[in-house]
């Protein structure tokens, strides 16, 4: 549909289909042709699907490669790739898990608490779906979550509502995930955190009506798995 992509070639039909060598070529050159699509943003990008329809993947592959693949897709895409974490996309969540995408999410807290205002993360709205895509992302697998966790997530977050105190409501989901998964090693995720400039934020959050209970919580969580149990 477009004459002015550049594409690796079809591969030839070869004179014979039933041939080994031909078969093993044309995978090859077909192989090519793909990735070549995947690197294109136009083919990502075309309303019509017909690159993902031939691959027969669904909506939620084509969100989540989307986001990771097309940039400029990200500032729209992002809020409904948060939607994965819909009960009914429960076969689907684990595609918040995959690095390439924590790594975006990554950027995207650093951005939003730094208060850049291009960054796609920044969209008017962006905040809610942001948390809740983290909060899926630690929810589903623990290598995914130690990821994230040694990227300065639980720094990033509480920056937020440092930020303004009402991402509290955003962020919290996120955290309660990685209090509920964690059990025992809570406490060194923790005592990481204090250890690297967390002790700083929580005394600022501390002295805040609205976040005290959660400040308390959090440490108390922390303190004994035994206690919580």
Same mark, same amino acid.
Not at 93 to 104: I, N, S
Not at 152 to 174: F, K
Not at 185 to 208: E, P
């Given at each position: 549909e477009n004459p002015g992509l550049q594409l690796p070639p079809l591969p030839p #039909? !070869? %004179?014979?289909?039933?041939? &080994? %060598? =031909?078969? &093993? %070529? /044309? #995978? =090859?050159?077909?192989?090519? @042709? @793909? /990735? !070549?699509? @995947?690197?294109? =943003?136009e083919v990502l990008m075309e309303r019509s699907l017909h690159f993902w329809k031939f691959l027969e993947l669904g909506n939620p592959t084509v969100i989540a490669g989307r986001f990771v693949m097309a940039p400029r897709a990200r500032p729209s895409v992002f809020k409904t790739l948060a939607k994965l974490n819909d009960e009914k996309y429960r076969d689907d969540v684990y595609r918040l898990g995959h690095v390439a995408v924590t790594d975006l999410l990554i950027e995207g807290l650093r951005e939003m608490r730094k !208060?850049?205002?291009?960054h796609w993360s920044c969209a008017v709205g962006g905040r809610l779906p942001l948390c809740q895509l983290v909060a899926g992302a630690l929810g589903t697998t623990q290598a995914a979550r130690e990821r994230l966790i040694d990227a300065g997530v639980i720094n990033l977050l509480l920056g937020l509502v440092q930020n303004e105190e009402a991402a509290l409501d955003d962020v919290r989901p996120a955290l309660n995930v990685i209090v509920a998964r964690e059990g025992e090693r809570l406490a060194s995720f923790i005592a990481r955190f204090l250890t690297t400039g967390g002790l700083l934020q929580l005394l600022d959050l501390v002295q805040r009506q609205r976040c005290q209970e959660f400040v308390a919580k959090l440490l108390w969580y922390s303190w004994d798995a035994g206690t919580r149990s």
């Amino acid at each position: 549909e477009n004459p002015g992509l550049q594409l690796p070639p079809l591969p030839p #039909k !070869g %004179a014979d289909g039933t041939d &080994a %060598a =031909v078969i &093993a %070529a /044309r #995978k =090859v050159e077909l192989e090519q @042709l @793909l /990735r !070549g699509m @995947l690197g294109n =943003v136009e083919v990502l990008m075309e309303r019509s699907l017909h690159f993902w329809k031939f691959l027969e993947l669904g909506n939620p592959t084509v969100i989540a490669g989307r986001f990771v693949m097309a940039p400029r897709a990200r500032p729209s895409v992002f809020k409904t790739l948060a939607k994965l974490n819909d009960e009914k996309y429960r076969d689907d969540v684990y595609r918040l898990g995959h690095v390439a995408v924590t790594d975006l999410l990554i950027e995207g807290l650093r951005e939003m608490r730094k !208060g850049g205002e291009s960054h796609w993360s920044c969209a008017v709205g962006g905040r809610l779906p942001l948390c809740q895509l983290v909060a899926g992302a630690l929810g589903t697998t623990q290598a995914a979550r130690e990821r994230l966790i040694d990227a300065g997530v639980i720094n990033l977050l509480l920056g937020l509502v440092q930020n303004e105190e009402a991402a509290l409501d955003d962020v919290r989901p996120a955290l309660n995930v990685i209090v509920a998964r964690e059990g025992e090693r809570l406490a060194s995720f923790i005592a990481r955190f204090l250890t690297t400039g967390g002790l700083l934020q929580l005394l600022d959050l501390v002295q805040r009506q609205r976040c005290q209970e959660f400040v308390a919580k959090l440490l108390w969580y922390s303190w004994d798995a035994g206690t919580r149990s």
